[in-house]
């Protein structure tokens, strides 16, 4: 869980308007930031499925949104990718 610090400090860095909460930017850096959260959780407990699940669901309703993002407008995307080191 991301706490609202962090939350903040990452919406700061990925909105395009001061009152941006929603943009696909926005929601793809917040899943990956919760998602390497749950990565480094998963390394520490190995047996913990039912937190392995949700890292799974996590990563697929990312993948969904790099591909609208990608659709919509690759420029964006692109500039997304190298900003989150998502991709090599």
Known sequence: ???KQQKEKTIANNR???EDTGSPEVQIALLSERINS???????HKRDFTSRVGLMKLVGRRKRL?????????SRYEKLIQKLRLRK
């Open 66 to 74: 790099l591909a609208f993002l990608k659709k919509e407008d690759a």
């Open 38 to 44: 749950l990565t480094s959780h998963l390394i520490a």
């Open 1 to 3: 869980m991301l706490s």
């Open 16 to 18: 395009h308007k001061p």
